[in-house]
Each structure stands twice: as structure tokens, then as C-alpha cells.
């Protein structure tokens, strides 16, 4: 089962005497060893896959994973196998454990704009900025596993000490709902395992092996939680790249590859230098470009794909050039190669830059998608029926209950809910259970109370029904009980009004094939259990997920993991890449990291361009090009729009393309020609 493997994956596949750390560089085939790895622990060693877990950090490689294990391991063979997220397998534990940290089994999981929400309450401000970074500081506090009195002990300015503060509040207003946000699906497994043994013991039996994907993207509560499952035992394969550490902004750690070392002694090191994706020109001026970081672990990638074309710097008069010469080469290159829309990538380093590149592709009429668009679950019609979910699972959640109760708009409005929020704020209690509470009733007049109670007992009504009945029949009728349907015509235009019932009807779908598709032989999971569920799920699962033909755009850090025939990265200049910022604060090494990425996506031609002027505050300033391009070794690259570049040498390859250009018009029903 292991013949179409090469020699280091067959070795990483194989070695089962302790702790592995796999060393995959970009496009060596990490997944595939994961995958036969997980094949070859249950078939070959008898370990059952009930005691196997496989950790990543996004749906779509747990996805992947799950499928091609589905291949490898078929029928019953893979029953029990754990392939999730890390979140997702915080959320497993804590659903059955939690009870011992205070917390009830239908806790609610908050989003980042519940958040917001909670800290923006406390700061009483609107300002976004300052909401996202204290956001951020609290995210960052937790990952490094730091409780609010000790955060308060460790800040060293004013703007930290109001962080840290904040920080307390948002937690105890987070227990007060019985909530956790994401960061919370790690660190509370780790407070839990820390402080039971008992239970630390029995997950530890349940899963004997584990196999950590991207490990290199781990903070320090991962890790600890890494740890704490494999324990004394440490039977772990971690497969990463310190090569493509670009997540230090969220609290990933690239000194955890050190800790491994240091934590495990025994641990084995095995790399996968051979590339199955690049060129060997691409290849070289990627290991050219990284050999100026600092190494813990020196690997040099190769591959067996020949040498390739060329890498083409671009230089342009502006970034309004820019993007109508990258428009112009991708239309040419497609002419002149015979490929589609979806064989390109265009890729930049910040989000900004995407305007002025969809200008360009729109007026030369190139189909394109945006790589990280909204999430399914963020539109405001799904996150308005998750309201009532996660009402139906918790209802102590307060974001929930004010969602729900004013959509559909009942007649309860800001003054009724003032004088329920400053009653129940009184009592210490929920905004549900205010509601039943005699007390409330002398705060406001009789219709409104009347309302509050009536929104209540029809929620009780359905949170019953959902703990029985299936999940798809539940949904429906609550759907029609609340006439959502109709409020949506009301209240909007007839073609949003249809796409957002059609994204509606979609989602009662994906209800419906969720509660029919059962893991083990327990029941379908009920309405309240896929509430929780859904609060991990960033893009809708089995939707029309059928590739179009469309050219790529995407932010580098979220292009990591992809790969493209032909691609563009743009914007290559000083303060953009690298970032300002990231120079100031002496975070170079993890902007060559990410260079290093962009450069690796691409299969066969890779072009960078870089503007020479660019606009800045309505002024125009004079940019360099990046220092990484000659980081690159020029001996592979080809410059062009320059001023010192060789005008004769251009003049010829421009003729040789038009030639070139000339003999396929003059001959089109020869074979396509896929070079």
C-alpha cells in the first residue's frame, strides 16, 4: 500500500517508535502521509481507528483528509476516526466535560461579532478600531493561556491595563450566558485536563495516536494540548514547515518546533524535500529567498518538474498600470497557451489592493472569485435564524434572545428591552428568565410584558420539540411559526428578498442532510446539537462547490495550502511586501515566510510585478522594489519595464512571441498545446 510513496514519506508513514516531527516543505505530499498514515495504522498495526485522531486547523483540510482516508479506508474500517479541527475537537470534549468547569452541555459558542458586541458594550464605544484591538489583546491573552488577574498583573501601559480589565468583565459576562468564544475550545480543555486528572487520563486512553497537520501554525494553548493528550506515552507524528510560519499576528508560535525538541528528546526528525507542484526555476528562487532566515532545520526542496520558464519582474508606471498589465498578460498568456480563467491566481498582501486589480479584470471582462468572501453562516438571514437556535440550545444567551425577539419585529422594542436588560441585570439573572419572573411585570406596560412572555413560551414550545422530533421538521415549523418568509418580502426588495429566502431554503437543506448523515449508530443529531455545531462551520459543507472558471484573488496568507498553473503576485515593493509595519517591528523573517508562500503556489510561470509610483493620501510617492526580489538570484528571472533592461534582448523575445503568436493563428485545429 506504500509502492507510490517515495523513501522519507514511506519512512514517516512507517516509524512508529515515539514521537515524528515531518519537516513537509511546500507541495511534498504532507497530506498523502497523513492519510496513509492513518491507513496504515489501522490496517497494518492493528490500532482501531476509534483511537486515532487527526488534527488540522480548517474544514476544508479536515474535509479533504476525511475523503481521501474514505478511499483508503472503506466500509467500516475508519468507523470512529476523529479527523477535525482543533476547535472542533475542543468543542467534542468540553461537550461531555464541561459540567465540571460550571458550564451546562448546551452552552452557546460566540462569534466574533457577539464578541465585539460584549467588548464594545464595556468600552462603551462604537470605535471599531479600538474594539478589534482590545479584541485582539484579550484573543492573544488566552492563547498564551493567561487568566484576567493574571493579565492584570503583566500589563505595562494604560491602553493594556484597560485591555486587561475589559478582559475580566468579558469573561464573567461570558459565563453569565453560559458562552465561550473560540479561543475558549482550547484553553478550556487545557484548564479542564490541568485540573482533572481523571478525565485527562480517559481522553488520553480514548486517543492513542494523534497526527497534528500545519503544526507550525500552533499557539501556545495547542500545544499544551498536544501535549497533554499524548502524554507520557507520545505517540504523535507533527507534520509542518517553519518555512511557512505566517500566522505570528494570531498568536502561532514557530518556537513550539523548538519546544518539540526540547519536551521530546526522543524526538525523530524525517523531511519531504521533493516537491511534486513548481518548476525547478521556481523552486530555486524560493530556496534562494528563504536561506536568508535564520534555520532551526535546513531543507532544500526539489522536483522532477524540468526548469521551467522564467520568473518575470514587472516593473509599472503606477498601480492603475499595473493592474491593466496583469489583465493584459493573463489574456495573452491564456490566448497564447490555451488554458482557462481558473489556472491563474492573482495574489497580494493586503486586502486593499484587490480594488483596483477587479477594475481591471471587469473592463477586459475577465471572470474572477474572491478567495475568503463572506461565510454562508455570516449572512444576516442565517445568522437570524441561528439566533433562534442557539437560543433553543441556551437559553441564558442574551446576544440570541435580543436577535430572536426583534426578528421578525413583534412590537417589542429598544424601551421594553432596556427595562427587561436593567431588571435582569439587577436580579443577575438572564434575559429569558427575567421574563418568568413576577417581578418584571410592574416594570412595563401589560402589552408589552405580554409579548415578552408570549416570544418565551413559544421558544420553551419549540426547545422541547427540538430535543425530540427531527431536526429538519422542527426548523420548518419554525420557520412558519415566526413567518419569515413574509417579513423578508416586507422588509426588502423582491430580488434580495428572493436570494435571502433562497439562502434560507438552503440552509433548512443542509439541516436536513446534517440530521440524516449519523457518525456512529446513535441517534441523528437533534436541532440544539447542530446548533452547536454550526458555530464552527465557516463555509456551507456540499454546497455547489463545483469549480468555476474564474481567475483567483486572494490575500497571500489565505492562498497558503493552494497551488495554481500560472500565477501573479503583485504589489512587490517595499512597505507592501514587506509591510512597514512588520520592517518597524522587526518581524522580517515572517514577510519572506510569506513571500516565500506566494512564490511557492505557482506550478509552472510565476510573475511579479511592482509599480514605481504609488498613490498614498491622494499624493504620489516614489516606491522601491521590494529587497526580496533580488533575494531571489536573478540568474532565473526576467525583468522587463524597467529602464536598464536589455532593450535589444526584449525586442527579440517580443518577436519570437508574436511569430509564435502568428503560427497558431495560421494552424488552429492543431492539438492544444497544455505547456
Not at 478550556?188 to 481522553?203: Q, T
Not at 526522543?266 to 518548476?279: A, D, F, G, H, M
Not at 463572506?374 to 444576516?380: E, G, H, R, W
Not at 416586507?490 to 440552509?507: Q, T, Y
Request: hydrophobic share 40%; proline share 4%.
Amino acid at each position: 500500500m506504500l509502492s507510490h510513496l517515495n523513501v522519507p514519506q514511506r519512512e514517516a508513514v512507517k516509524y512508529l517508535d515515539g514521537p515524528l516531527l515531518v519537516l513537509a516543505g511546500a507541495g511534498s505530499g504532507k497530506t498523502r502521509v497523513i492519510t496513509q498514515k492513518i491507513a496504515y495504522l489501522v490496517e497494518q498495526c492493528g490500532i482501531s481507528a476509534k483511537n486515532i485522531a487527526a488534527i488540522t486547523f480548517t474544514n476544508k483540510a479536515a474535509r479533504e483528509m476525511q475523503e481521501r482516508v474514505g478511499t483508503l479506508l472503506p466500509g467500516k474500517a475508519a468507523k470512529g476516526l476523529t479527523i477535525s479541527t482543533f476547535h472542533s475537537l475542543g468543542l467534542m470534549m468540553l461537550r461531555q466535560e464541561c459540567k465540571v468547569l460550571g458550564y451546562k452541555p448546551n452552552f452557546s459558542i460566540l462569534d466574533s461579532a457577539d464578541a465585539a458586541k460584549i467588548v464594545s458594550d464595556n468600552l462603551a464605544t462604537t470605535d471599531k478600531q479600538l474594539i478589534r484591538s482590545v479584541q485582539s489583546q484579550i484573543s492573544m491573552w488566552k492563547n498564551a493561556l493567561l487568566s484576567p488577574d493574571e493579565a492584570i498583573s503583566m500589563v505595562t501601559d494604560e491602553a493594556e491595563m484597560v485591555a486587561a480589565r475589559i478582559y475580566r468583565v468579558y469573561q464573567d459576562t461570558l459565563f453569565a450566558y453560559q458562552a465561550l468564544d473560540f479561543d475558549d475550545l482550547i484553553r478550556l480543555p487545557v484548564r479542564l485536563f490541568s485540573e482533572h486528572a481523571d478525565i485527562l487520563d480517559k481522553w488520553q486512553d480514548k486517543l492513542r495516536y494523534l497526527l497534528v497537520d500545519e503544526y507550525q501554525d500552533t499557539n501556545a494553548c495547542q500545544y499544551t494540548l498536544l501535549k497533554q493528550l499524548a502524554g507520557m506515552r507520545a505517540q504523535f507524528t507533527a507534520v509542518g514547515d517553519d518555512d511557512q510560519a505566517i500566522y505570528a499576528w494570531r498568536g502561532a508560535d514557530i518556537e513550539n518546533l523548538k519546544n518539540l525538541q526540547r519536551d521530546f528528546p526522543k524526538l525523530k526528525v524525517i523531511k519531504l524535500e521533493q516537491n511534486y507542484r513548481s518548476t525547478s526555476r521556481v523552486l530555486k528562487a524560493a530556496n534562494t529567498l528563504i536561506a536568508n532566515n535564520p534555520k532551526l532545520f535546513e531543507k532544500t526542496l526539489w522536483s522532477e518538474h524540468g526548469l521551467g520558464e522564467q520568473i518575470q519582474i514587472v516593473a509599472t508606471r503606477d498601480e492603475e498600470s499595473e493592474a491593466n498589465t496583469v489583465a493584459q498578460r493573463l489574456m495573452a498568456h491564456k490566448f497564447e497557451h490555451r488554458t482557462k480563467f481558473s489556472d491563474y491566481a492573482i495574489l497580494y498582501r493586503g486586502n486593499h489592493q484587490a480594488r483596483i486589480i477587479e477594475q481591471a479584470l471587469r473592463s477586459q471582462k475577465i471572470p474572477y472569485a474572491m478567495s475568503g468572501g463572506q461565510s454562508f453562516f455570516d449572512k444576516a438571514e442565517i445568522k437570524d435564524i441561528l439566533g433562534y437556535l442557539r437560543l433553543l440550545a441556551n437559553p441564558d444567551d442574551d446576544p440570541a434572545f435580543i436577535r430572536a425577539v426583534t426578528t421578525p419585529k413583534r412590537g417589542i422594542g429598544n424601551q421594553t428591552l432596556e427595562r427587561l436588560g436593567a431588571y435582569a441585570a439587577e436580579r443577575h439573572i438572564s434575559l429569558f428568565d427575567a421574563v418568568f419572573e413576577s417581578g418584571l411585570e410592574h416594570q412595563m406596560p401589560v402589552k408589552q410584558y405580554e409579548l415578552l412572555k408570549m416570544f418565551c413560551e413559544f421558544i420553551n414550545r419549540m426547545q422541547s420539540r427540538a430535543e425530540r422530533e427531527p431536526a429538519a421538521v422542527v426548523l420548518q415549523d419554525l420557520l412558519t411559526a415566526i413567518d419569515y418568509e413574509t417579513w423578508l418580502f416586507d422588509s426588502e426588495d423582491v430580488k434580495p428578498a428572493e436570494a435571502k429566502w433562497k439562502n434560507v431554503l438552503e440552509f433548512v437543506g443542509w439541516i436536513t442532510r446534517k440530521s440524516d448523515n449519523q457518525d456512529d449508530d446513535g441517534p441523528p443529531p437533534n436541532l440544539i446539537e447542530l446548533a452547536q455545531r454550526i458555530a464552527l462551520i465557516t463555509m456551507l459543507e456540499g454546497r455547489n462547490e463545483e469549480e468555476v472558471d474564474a481567475v483567483k484573488l486572494s490575500t497571500l496568507h489565505a492562498s497558503k495550502g493552494l497551488e495554481y498553473p500560472h500565477v501573479f503576485l503583485i504589489g512587490v515593493e517595499e512597505d507592501i511586501l514587506p509591510h512597514r509595519e512588520s520592517v518597524d517591528t522587526g518581524k522580517l523573517e515572517e514577510e519572506r515566510r510569506l513571500m516565500y508562500v506566494g512564490i511557492t503556489r505557482a506550478q509552472r510561470s510565476l510573475t511579479l510585478t511592482h509599480a514605481l509610483k504609488r498613490r498614498r493620501g491622494g499624493e504620489w510617492h516614489v516606491v522601491e522594489p521590494s529587497r526580496f526580489i533580488n533575494e531571489m538570484g536573478v540568474d532565473d528571472l526576467w525583468f522587463s519595464g524597467r529602464p536598464v533592461a536589455d532593450k535589444v534582448a526584449a525586442k527579440a523575445r517580443g518577436s519570437e512571441r508574436l511569430a509564435g503568436l502568428k503560427a497558431m493563428l495560421k494552424k488552429p485545429d492543431e492539438p492544444e498545446d497544455n505547456g
